[in-house]
């Protein structure tokens, strides 16, 4: 029997776009909504006492109340401050991860070797975007990783839960699937099917990273 002919590559790539862009619209659409009105308390945050992220409630709530001790000052700042400063942050840094996800696939198209700006601090000028995507992957799961801890201080200070939102819960999925996305380029040389895998998911990452965003606003409007 004459074996059945291979599905073609572009074929294959866009279902997998198609499957990981319906995952991050589901995802959204069950976390927020889609909405951004001033929501109340209650409408706006889906609180619950246990579920996925008790088990870091101990660590989290330990590094907050050690910072706050640490800082006292901090439960004085301004509110607008504590309930606003890391959405900025984070919004600054989504636009750095952004232009990664660009250059990621500026890659995965053969423009690798086309030079990419990169920031000040990450590197010296301009870099072809195979060298710059790494880059600055590394450094948005960094700045996002301290942004988190920071968030979580600020909720304490407000004397506010820290992971009872869908919001926290986002934010970890998001962490996870950037560590998981910072460890398959280990498996390229080893098995083809990562480099597919690293592309779709980063930007299923990326859609996630949008709806964990409207979550947050949402959260920001009701404190």
């Not at 991050?24 to 976390?31: K, N, P, R, S, T």
């Not at 498996?187 to 779709?200: C, E, G, K, N, V």
Request: glycine share 10%; hydrophobic share 50%.
């Amino acid at each position: 029997m004459a074996p059945s002919p291979r599905r073609p590559q572009s074929s294959r790539f866009a279902a997998s776009l198609l499957l990981a862009l319906c995952a991050a619209a589901l995802l959204g659409q069950a976390f927020t909504g889609f909405g951004f009105r001033a929501p109340s308390r209650t409408q706006a945050v889906s609180r619950r006492a246990g579920g996925p992220l008790e088990g870091l409630r101990g660590p989290l709530e330990a590094v907050a109340k050690t910072s706050l001790e640490v800082n006292p000052a901090l439960k004085e700042f301004p509110k607008p401050v504590l309930v606003w400063l890391h959405p900025v942050a984070q919004a600054v840094v989504f636009i750095a991860f952004a232009y990664g996800v660009y250059l990621g696939w500026q890659v995965r198209t053969g423009k690798g070797e086309e030079p990419a700006f990169v920031l000040p601090g990450l590197g010296s000028g301009p870099l072809p975007a195979s060298e710059a995507h790494p880059l600055y992957m590394r450094f948005a799961l960094g700045v996002f990783l301290f942004n988190a801890i920071g968030g979580i201080i600020n909720l304490a200070a407000l004397g506010q839960p820290i992971l009872e939102s869908d919001h926290a819960l986002t934010a970890v999925a998001g962490l996870v699937l950037l560590v998981l996305q910072a460890v398959l380029p280990a498996l390229f040389s080893i098995a083809p099917a990562a480099r597919t895998a690293h592309a779709y998911l980063g930007s299923a990452t990326a859609l996630l990273l949008v709806a964990h965003a409207a979550l947050g606003t949402n959260l920001g409007l009701s404190l």
